[in-house]
C-alpha cells in the first residue's frame, strides 16, 4: 500500500485532531496537530511579555522567533505526539481561553507562518502523515492526496471546546468559548497571509450531526479510494 498525505482543514473545534489521531492510529501514520504550534508561539510570546490581551509588540515578538524552538515528542501511553517549546513538553500551557484569544494574532503574522510551515512541510516530506490546521491543503500540503474540510455549527463546536476545557479543570463560561469560536474564525479567514480556506479539491464533511464512530468511517472510506 503506497504511503499518502492527509490534510484536513477547517474551522475551530469541528473535531479535526480527533479525527486526525484515529486516523493516523488506524493507518500507523504520523499525526501533526498544526494549530498546537501556533499555539506554542503564542505562549512563547505570552511569557516574552510581546502579547497581552492589552497589547502585541509584533516586531518585538518576530525578532524573538529564532528562539522559538517548537518540536514534537511522541508520548507512548498516549499514543500520539506531544508539542515542545525549546524542549519543555508545554501541551497543559496551550490550551488556555488566554491562548485561544491571542493565537489568531500571532497566527496572522507572515513570519510566524513561514518558521512553522517550513517545519511542516519537513514532517510530511516521507509522506505517511496526517496533519490537520486551516492552511494544510491549501498552502503546506497543496499536493496531498486527500483533502478534507470540516464544518460544524457553531453550536456544536462551541460545546465541544467548552468540555474539553472545563475537563482540564478550567473555570470558563460556555458564552465565552462561543464567542472566542466566532472571533477565531472571523480572524482566520479574513487574515492576508493564508487565510483559512477550502481547498478546491477538498472534500467537505459537516460533522454537526453524526458520531465520531460514523465519521471515522465515512473518511476511511475516502482514504481507501484514494490508497
Ligand atoms: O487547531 P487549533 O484550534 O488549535 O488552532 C489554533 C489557532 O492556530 C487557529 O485558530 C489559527 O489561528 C491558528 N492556526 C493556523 N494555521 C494552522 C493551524 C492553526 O493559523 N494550520
Same mark, same amino acid.
Given at each position: ?5 492527509? =490534510? ?15 486516523? =493516523? ?10 494549530? =498546537? ?69 500571532? =497566527? ?120
Amino acid at each position: 500500500m503506497k504511503d499518502i498525505t492527509i =490534510a484536513i482543514d477547517g474551522f475551530s473545534s469541528t473535531g479535526k485532531s480527533t479525527i486526525a489521531k484515529l486516523l =493516523a492510529k488506524s493507518l500507523g501514520y504520523v499525526y501533526v496537530d498544526s494549530g =498546537a504550534m501556533y499555539r506554542a508561539i503564542t505562549f512563547f510570546a505570552m511569557k516574552e511579555g510581546k502579547i497581552s490581551t492589552e497589547h502585541f509588540d509584533r516586531d518585538g515578538l518576530i525578532s524573538e522567533l529564532p528562539n522559538a524552538k517548537v518540536s514534537f515528542k511522541f508520548n507512548d501511553s498516549l499514543g500520539f505526539a506531544e508539542v515542545y517549546l525549546n524542549d519543555i513538553n508545554i501541551e497543559k500551557n496551550i490550551r488556555t481561553l488566554e491562548v485561544s484569544n491571542l493565537v489568531s494574532t500571532v =497566527a496572522a503574522v507572515p513570519e510566524v507562518r513561514k518558521q512553522l510551515v517550513k517545519i511542516q512541510k519537513e514532517i510530511g516530506k516521507n509522506k505517511a502523515v496526517v496533519m490537520d490546521g486551516r492552511d494544510i491543503g491549501t498552502v503546506v500540503f497543496p499536493d496531498a492526496e486527500l483533502k478534507i474540510f470540516m464544518n460544524a455549527s457553531a453550536q456544536t463546536r462551541a460545546l465541544r471546546r467548552y468540555n474539553e476545557i472545563k475537563d482540564n479543570g478550567e473555570a470558563i463560561t460556555f458564552d465565552a468559548i462561543l464567542e472566542n469560536v466566532q472571533k477565531r474564525d472571523h480572524l482566520d479567514s479574513t487574515r492576508k497571509d493564508s487565510p483559512l480556506l477550502k481547498a478546491e479539491d477538498a472534500i467537505e464533511i459537516d460533522n454537526s450531526d453524526v458520531t465520531i464512530e460514523e465519521q471515522f468511517q465515512n473518511i476511511l472510506k475516502l482514504v481507501n479510494s484514494v490508497l
